[in-house]
């Protein structure tokens, strides 16, 4: 019973190695193009790239460094919208398209923030009259901001469809509406195209 274990494990050792001498036999020209390396030549590549240091707190600086680069590389990025290096949120051709298409349009949306700010100021002054006239005004804008954006939600869902047909266009147009809200000098990415260009 164990004799026949010990017999299957030579065996299936002698394949092994036969495996190994084909494939040390194998054509340098084949479909690869180059000869497999040896176990040891690998290895040795491997340490040389990949060093990774004994100390931890070494372990820990170099770590923090590999972050803030990359930190750095998302910062630029937002800033010059290089595709490379956006978060994963700003990635990919539909919310490229997404952000042009809300950049290339006036909206009531974008001075939500500071027309809010003022309506604000406007309704703290004791004054019956001008606390009125806050409170319409901030209904009146409300109202406007909520028609704009189903004019623009509409319009950016009927151009994705009609662009990227087939794709999966999920969350591009809360993607775009978000945009809107954001003022557009504020907005990163930063804007890529001009008012009433087409994107």
Do not use: C, H
Request: hydrophobic share 40%.
């Amino acid at each position: 019973m164990f004799r026949r274990r010990t017999d299957d494990a030579t065996a299936s050792a002698a394949v092994l190695e036969k495996q190994s001498d084909t494939s040390q036999a194998r054509d340098p020209q084949a479909k690869k193009g180059r000869p497999t390396p040896k176990r040891s030549e690998a290895e040795s590549n491997r340490r040389t790239r990949v060093t990774v240091p004994k100390d931890r707190k070494e372990a820990a600086r170099q770590s923090r460094e590999r972050m803030r680069s990359e930190r750095e590389k998302q910062r630029t990025a937002l800033l010059e919208g290089d595709e490379r290096y956006l978060p994963a949120r700003d990635k990919g051709p539909v919310r490229k398209f997404a952000r042009d298409y809300v950049d290339a349009r006036w909206s009531l949306a974008e001075f939500f923030l500071p027309a809010a700010v003022v309506i604000l100021i406007l309704s703290v002054v004791r004054v019956p009259a001008l606390q009125l006239l806050s409170t319409l005004l901030f209904l009146t804008f409300f109202v406007l901001v909520i028609l704009d954006f189903v004019r623009l939600g509409l319009g950016l869902r009927k151009q994705l469809g009609e662009r990227f047909a087939g794709q999966n266009t999920r969350g591009a147009v809360a993607y775009g509406l978000m945009r809107i809200l954001q003022m557009r000098r504020l907005r990163l990415p930063k804007p890529q195209v001009k008012r009433g260009a087409k994107p």
